[in-house]
């Protein structure tokens, strides 16, 4: 069995994961927060993948990076980025598609927070950055865990975004999901349902992870 699509899989989602982390909390934080009049724009546009087909994400990123066209013809010349099948093109592709599922959570948990521990911070002089990781971060613990899980998770699954962008390249952008597809049009049932199985169990134990720790399961081996 080829594992390099297995460990491909788990690079994007690890890589994926982190950033979405990073950009996703600020982002969060503000829509949990904010009255602006633009919100239901932001929150409309963050929530797309959820709905879109990944395909048509997929098609739009293609078109963007092409180095046929202009923008990506730019990001090729001047700063020598490829994301047309290139791994980095499934990073990016990965990150706007899992969006919702990083920013849902947190925003939520965030949501949940009353006010008056962020104005007894200020009042205390605490600057923003500093609220934000040892106030409020260590409140919403079971949303973080959530949406690091659902993330990582849910791009571990991805398909038809990654085929678009990423193309089929072994040792490359091959992924386990594209693997799976092409065991299956090989006729090559056996393959493609080790490659299944191994997904199943990662998600399965990637969820159950959540479960315990939200359930309290973990609390007893803490203390």
């Known amino acids: 069995m080829n594992w390099i699509p ?20 600020p982002l969060a934080y503000w829509l949990s927060v904010t009255q602006s009049k633009i919100k239901a724009i932001i929150e409309t546009l963050v929530s797309m993948p959820l709905v879109l087909p990944p395909t048509v994400l997929g098609f739009y990123l293609l078109l963007a990076f092409s180095p046929q066209n202009t923008f990506g013809a730019w990001l090729d ?17 990965s990150c706007l598609y899992s969006l919702p599922f990083m920013v849902h959570p947190l925003q939520s948990g965030l949501s949940s927070l009353p ?38 998770a849910h791009t571990m699954g991805e398909f038809g975004v990654v085929l678009m962008i990423g193309g089929n390249i072994s040792g ?15 006729l090559n049932y056996g393959m493609a349902n080790q490659y299944s199985l191994i997904l199943i169990g990662l998600s ?20």
């Not at 788990?10 to 982190?18: G, P, R, V, W």
């Not at 001047?78 to 499934?90: D, E, I």
């Open 172 to 186: 490359k952008t091959k992924v386990a999901s594209i693997a799976v597809y092409d065991e299956v049009e090989a």
């Open 204 to 223: 399965f134990l990637t969820l159950l992870m959540v479960y315990l720790f939200n359930g309290g399961f973990f609390k007893q081996y803490l203390k």
């Open 6 to 25: 297995i460990i491909l899989t788990l690079k994007l989602s690890l890589i994926t994961t982190l950033i979405l982390f990073v950009l996703a909390l």
């Open 115 to 152: 006010s008056s521990i962020t104005e007894a911070a200020i009042m205390l002089g605490k600057s923003k950055f500093t609220i934000l990781r040892k106030v409020l971060l260590p409140n919403i613990k079971p949303s973080v865990l959530t949406a690091l899980v659902l993330t990582f």
């Open 77 to 93: 010349h001047w700063l020598g980025l490829k994301f047309v099948f290139t791994f980095q093109g499934l990073v990016l592709a």
